[in-house]
């Protein structure tokens, strides 16, 4: 990479020092080494050299008020990017989106690497959730982290050719030769799937005895998915563990980069597919901010309404799963009554049950229908008795008690290192939701708490989500009383699909209309990310435009994965019981974790 | 009834070339025969009781297994069709469900799962995904189980309905029931032979056509 031209230096303050981060890098590293960024989402971006790289996340994993956790890591192939004015010459490009909770803040480091010599050092030892990051992104982009422990194929299978992200790889499955599945290799793919513990650098005896390894998944009922737990075992205690993912790989992250802005929509439904339209959410609101929309406080507030629906149903569904897990059958029974009341409302309301892809750019597909007030009052009384009688009839119970207290235990510190977001984090004690550190969508007018535990353990897990489930409940109430009037879709020329007044007047009206349902609409150049606080934890899309009527990249964070890859540093030493009860409380779906 | 013995191709013992039942003497005289009559209500028999004990085994993929838990819980009971036996090994169960997307990485584990299952065995096809892929022309996905698996009943929706979910069962049980296989592997023809299923789609074409008036979305 060039040094950057020094005329800022002596004339004004240096671009971005508004940032205090920014302005930390500048006096630590000198104005030459950090290029500046300016993005939409007003999130300090800088680009630094690669033999810098180390130094700069070193630093700034050891200011004070440290950048304690790796929020987000991964790639883009810019060969074919034109609007990149400004910005360093780059073939790919890894970014570092880190996180500090204290300053309640962020900052995107990038890396501009050309493809003959697609290679960084590894940040494993300062981030320990690096690892599957850097491993996906060598798997995708074909980007090679020296120094990684392990570095491997983590989406694809072994047996895979190419880096599916790259520009010049085919995207369509039918662009290859039909699938077929024959004896030889059916058995060539199972050899590639079995395990083998030198690799890991394990070994299968100690002094006295023999480990046995067992496969847990990739299809087991309480791997909750497509997942595979490879363990070590010393009799009943787990001595160590191997998370394989990969298996419920959609390859979503590929599909938004040949679907309209507006087409995409529907796909995000089935990232976290117990989410529907909470995953609708920061897509479209980051969509919306590349294009200067402001939704109407109507569509904000109907939004949450639907958001904090679908938080109830993913909190029930885990509820069920997690006390079925840890041995009580009966309750997933009732709790599926529940969900169907929830559906009832949802469906009245969107048309659809789990995947509504009910939101748009700038709005929403329909107002609420007549008499949805009736439906949504109707569910806010029947549901909080129920909670109280799960939380009576189940939490309460001594034995579910006896197996989850104490059990698969980590502290905020642990959690931070590892990325764990959502429940996971605050059943730790630590104070973090976005929708109250950073309000989105009309939160800030809400009255909620956020529920806290202290321990940290599986028990403490499933009482903070039965308590967000109340609160929403609270929040959907308030929904119902003050929901605004208005329009239903935002005044602009980006909102697809328009406004229907906008679209009948003539003939220009018509053919815009046209033209935005076709080929969709043109959403200006830059870059954008937008988190919200999901039913699993932090979710965020960062798109990149290039001017296009497509997104050149989008980069989809999903909680489910740092969380999975957290299991072995808090299961070693536990018995496989207790693994079980943990996997039932991290809640996840596997659709969040391969994407 | 009128069956067309189509015998299945891909199962392990194929039976004869489609038998066209024209031979309208020897059918006569072996139906008149006491124990042709034997074998029509044995076949029923067996047909009857399979249809009604199918236990499924418990897997899935995505979305769809969420749809399809959801048809094994209250709401739904799928104990009312004799399916509520869920199994969590492939050796004890009848039926195995793709609910969900069969990615490639996942689809060798599939077929070896549906080779632990023991004969009688159906597969349904749950959602697009497993139909045809669906939305997910995309690298890392089979597009249709059907590329690797026989498959026979095919639910569309992305994802189903429950009430999809079931009629599917029902779709499947009929089609058990009517089913003609060995009794014995001493006896008879050692064929599956099974009636010819018209798509659902052709059958109910011109009532869904019929439909002028749909409700708007405007009221509840």
Redesign the interface.
Same mark, same amino acid.
């Given at each position: 990479m060039t040094k950057k031209k020094r005329t800022a230096g002596t004339e004004g303050p240096q671009p971005g020092s508004e940032h205090t981060v920014v302005a930390e890098l500048y006096q630590r590293f000198g104005p030459g080494s950090i290029v500046f960024q300016p993005t939409v989402d007003r999130l300090p971006t800088v680009w630094v050299a690669r033999d810098e790289l180390p130094e700069v996340l070193r630093f700034l994993r050891q200011l004070p008020q440290p950048y304690a956790m790796l929020y987000d890591l991964h790639g883009v192939d810019e060969r074919l990017r034109v609007r990149r004015e400004g910005l360093p010459p780059a073939d790919f490009t890894v970014f570092y989106h880190l996180l500090s909770p204290e300053r309640n803040s962020d900052v995107r480091v990038k890396v501009a690497l050309t493809a003959a010599d697609p290679r960084l050092p590894t940040v494993t030892g300062i981030w320990p959730n690096a690892n599957w990051y850097e491993r996906e992104v060598w798997d995708l982009y074909g980007i090679v982290f020296d120094g990684h422990p392990h570095l491997q194929r983590i989406m694809m299978p072994r047996t895979w050719q190419g880096h599916p992200l790259r520009k010049d790889h085919p995207a369509r499955a039918t662009e290859f030769d039909p699938y077929a599945l024959d004896a030889a290799k059916q058995d060539l793919e199972q050899e590639a799937l079995r395990f083998v513990p030198e690799e890991w650098g394990m070994s299968r005896s100690s002094a006295h005895a023999d480990y046995m390894f067992l496969n847990l998944g990739p299809n087991h009922p309480s791997a909750h998915g497509a997942f595979r737990i490879v363990l070590q075992l010393s009799g009943e205690e787990i001595v160590d563990c191997v998370p394989d993912i990969g298996y419920h790989h959609r390859g979503a992250e590929k599909m938004a980069e040949r679907q309209s802005w507006h087409s995409y929509i529907p796909y995000t439904d089935r990232i976290d597919y117990l989410g529907g339209v909470m995953n609708n959410l920061p897509y479209v609101m980051a969509v919306e901010d590349l294009a200067g929309i402001r939704v109407p406080a109507r569509v904000e507030t109907i939004r949450v309404m639907l958001c904090e629906f679908f938080r109830i149903t993913s909190h029930l569904l885990f509820l069920g799963t997690y006390i079925q897990d840890v041995g009580g059958m009966s309750p997933i029974f009732f709790i599926f009554t529940d969900r169907m009341k929830a559906y009832d409302v949802i469906e009245a309301i969107t048309g659809a049950r789990m995947h509504p892809a009910w939101f748009r750019i700038g709005g929403l597909a329909h107002d609420l229908p007549k008499g949805w007030d009736r439906l949504v009052r109707e569910f806010c009384d029947w549901m909080p008795r129920r909670l109280d009688e799960y939380d009576k009839a189940a939490l309460k119970n001594g034995i579910l008690r006896s197996r989850t207290i104490g059990v698969a235990q980590y502290d905020t510190r642990e959690a931070l290192a590892w990325g764990v977001t959502g429940s996971g984090l605050r059943a730790t004690g630590f104070d973090y939701d976005l929708r109250k550190a950073r309000p989105y969508s009309g939160y800030q007018n809400f009255d909620f708490e956020v529920p806290l535990a202290n321990n940290g353990d599986v028990y403490d897990r499933a009482t903070v989500r039965l308590e967000e489930m109340r609160q929403s409940v609270r929040i959907i109430r308030q929904c119902l009383e003050n929901m605004p009037a208005g329009p239903y879709k935002a005044d602009h020329p980006l909102t697809t699909p328009p406004p229907r007044e906008r679209t009948l007047q003539h003939i220009e009206t018509l053919i815009n209309h046209f033209v935005g349902v076709s080929w969709g609409p043109v959403i200006p150049a830059g870059e954008c990310c937008r988190m919200i606080e999901a039913t699993k934890g932090i979710n965020s899309y960062y798109l990149t435009s290039d001017a296009g009527t497509m997104s050149y990249r989008t980069r989809i964070r999903t909680p489910s994965f740092p969380h999975l890859q957290q299991i072995p540093s808090v299961i070693r030493g536990s018995l496989v019981a207790d693994l079980i009860a943990y996997l039932a409380s991290i809640d996840f779906v596997m659709a969040d974790v391969d994407r | 009834m009128d069956y067309r013995l189509t015998p299945i191709a891909t199962d392990a013992a194929p039976g004869p070339a489609a038998r066209a039942d024209t031979d309208v003497t020897e059918r006569e005289v072996h139906r008149s025969v006491f124990l042709g009559r034997l074998e029509d209500v044995l076949h029923k028999a067996v047909g009857w009781g399979r249809k009604h004990s199918l236990w499924p085994y418990? #897997?899935? !993929?995505?979305?769809c297994?969420? $749809?399809m838990?959801?048809a094994f819980?209250?709401?739904h009971d799928v104990a009312r069709f004799g399916a509520e036996v869920i199994r969590?090994s492939p050796r004890q169960a009848d039926f195995i469900v793709i609910a969900g997307?069969p990615? !490639? %990485?996942?689809?060798?584990?599939i077929?070896? !799962?549906y080779e632990q299952m023991l004969e009688p065995r159906w597969v349904i096809s749950m959602g697009a995904c497993a139909n045809s892929?669906g939305?997910? /022309?995309?690298?890392?996905?089979?597009?249709g189980v059907d %590329? #690797?698996l026989p498959v026979d009943v095919y639910i569309p929706g992305?994802?189903p309905?429950p009430e999809a979910f079931l009629q599917g069962l029902m779709l499947l049980q009929e089609s058990i029931a009517s089913e003609r296989r060995p009794l014995s592997w001493v006896v008879g023809d050692q064929g599956v032979h099974r009636i010819e299923v018209p798509s659902q789609r052709e059958q109910r074409r011109a009532a869904r056509m019929a439909t002028t008036t749909l409700r708007t979305? /405007? $009221?509840?």
């Open positions: - | 418990n #897997f899935g !993929l995505s979305c297994y969420v $749809e838990a959801t819980t209250a709401p969590a997307t990615f !490639l %990485k996942m689809a060798p584990v077929q070896r !799962l892929g939305m997910y /022309d995309i690298y890392s996905v089979v597009q %590329k #690797f992305c994802p309905r979305p /405007d $009221e509840v």
